[in-house]
């Protein structure tokens, strides 16, 4: 049997489909809860504020371009997400046709029409590895990496989107960040240096 480009596409849909109702099929008043704030954006202005003091403790006068870099990131990051949202098209499994009515939804939570890719999961991964990539602590790095898969699969969670939708948004942000990172490092002397010498 030749497996063709189409073949391919329907096997991975197949696959992604199965797997996000397994995964949101497994539900509870309290992970409905957890999800739907871990989802959120305003929830986090904590972290954010934390890692800006970070920043400007460690960096003093370079936080300006460190600050600057993260912005300019997280825009292109989501920028990229709603063009390719706009381009594929691909329904969001709360709005898909085929699978929808076995979505289980959080407070009617669907979102926008399309799903691919995650902004979420393109927004957190970029800026979890920005974050590592800059400070180089381990400690911070694990703390990032569980913030950002927290979100990713709070995604998946909410039934607004596939696995694959996650994984995608995650690979595109983490390539963002190495490029920003680069840059940054390139024309930003000092960026570089280990966060804690005990890590």
Not at 163 to 190: E, T
């Amino acid at each position: 049997m030749n497996l063709t480009p189409d073949h391919m596409l329907e096997a991975l849909t197949r696959v992604d489909k199965h797997w996000l109702l397994w995964l949101n099929g497994h539900n509870s008043p309290f992970f409905d809860w957890l999800m739907y704030a871990a989802s959120g954006r305003f929830e986090w202005i904590p972290l954010y504020l934390i890692i800006l003091a970070l920043i400007v403790r460690r960096f003093s006068w370079k936080s300006v371009w460190i600050i600057l870099a993260a912005v300019i990131m997280i825009t292109l990051s989501d920028q990229i997400a709603n063009i390719l949202k706009a381009e594929v098209r691909r329904p969001r499994p709360c709005k898909d046709p085929e699978i929808g009515y076995l979505v289980h939804l959080v407070n009617q939570y669907c979102s926008g029409a399309y799903g691919f890719v995650s902004g979420h999961a393109t927004n957190s991964w970029a800026f979890a590895t920005l974050i590592s990539l800059i400070f180089r602590n381990k400690w911070l790095t694990a703390g990032m990496i569980c913030w950002a898969t927290l979100v990713s699969y709070s995604r998946i969670y909410l039934g607004a989107h596939y696995p694959g939708d996650v994984m995608s948004g995650a690979m595109i942000g983490i390539m963002l960040a190495w490029i920003v990172y680069a840059v940054l490092n390139h024309f930003v002397k000092g960026i570089n240096p280990s966060f804690s010498r005990s890590a």
